[in-house]
Antibody, heavy 122, light 109 residues
Framework: QVQLQESGPGLVKPSETLSLTCAVS??????????WNWVRQSAGKRLEWIGR???????TYNPSLMSRATISLDTSRNHFSLTLKSVTAADTAVYYC??????????????WGQGVAVPVSS | EIVLTQSPDTLSLSPGERATLSCRTS???????LAWYQQKPGQAPRLLIY???SRAPGIPDRFGGSGSGTDFTLTISRLEPEDFAVYYC??????????FGPGTKVDIK
């Protein structure tokens, strides 16, 4: 059974860079043919996809966040990461990592981490 | 961007009743790329339905999905106490990625 666990700083100041890591167990992120995603949910409850990375390192991003977001793989530690530059209060959210499910083209999210709350505040 | 709208915002029903939730997309999408999730307070979303009508592993058969084109439906045939939650639809587009609907809350009448 795949398990994902997010970790992060707890608080980020406006204009700084948010960095999160998702530790994966039960699957090898470098060799399994799945997409590894980041999704966030603001206090208004709308879910927003940030981007994803395939096991070969190919990335795709939400166009609205593409200029600020970077997702990377660390196969030696079996985790993947998100960095989001120049954050503002609008980036305050619960951030989830998720793996693509048994869907064609990885078009759904079958496994989720528990989420990590990231407030952006001075 | 493909916009998803869900109706109603809130559905107030009793255990044992049937729930019908609607998801409408702003343009025609392939059934392959429509999914439904359940979310309870303090928890991550859980995949219920993918490809519009396929139940995810471990999902009870009282959950069913249907629809095509721009109109999709999630049906819960008989509500159990653990089914009271928020439900989101989600679409995938090769060009712009994923978008979610605003959610429908199913609460106890």
């Amino acid at each position: 059974q795949v398990q994902l666990q997010e970790s992060g700083p707890g608080l980020v100041k406006p204009s700084e860079t948010l960095s999160l890591t998702c530790a994966v167990s039960g699957a090898s992120i470098g060799s399994s043919s799945y997409y590894w995603n980041w999704v966030r949910q603001s206090a208004g409850k709308r879910l927003e996809w940030i981007g994803r990375i395939y096991s070969n390192g190919r990335t795709t991003y939400n166009p609205s966040l593409m200029s600020r977001a970077t997702i990377s793989l660390d196969t030696s530690r079996n985790h993947f990461s998100l960095t989001l530059k120049s954050v503002t209060a609008a980036d305050t959210a619960v951030y989830y990592c998720a793996r693509g499910g048994a869907c064609f083209g990885g078009a759904c999210f079958g496994f989720w981490g528990q989420g990590v709350a990231v407030p952006v505040s001075s | 961007e493909i916009v998803l709208t869900q109706s109603p915002d809130t559905l107030s029903l009793s255990p044992g009743e049937r729930a019908t939730l609607s998801c409408r997309t702003s343009q025609t999408i392939s059934n392959t790329y429509l999914a439904w999730y359940q979310q309870k307070p303090g928890q991550a979303p859980r995949l219920l339905i993918y490809a519009a009508a396929s139940r995810a592993p471990g999902i009870p058969d009282r959950f069913g999905g249907s629809g095509s084109g721009t109109d999709f439906t999630l049906t819960i045939s008989r509500l159990e106490p653990e089914d009271f939650a928020v439900y989101y639809c989600q679409q995938y587009d090769v060009s712009v990625g994923f978008t979610f609907g605003p959610g429908t809350k199913v609460d106890i009448k």
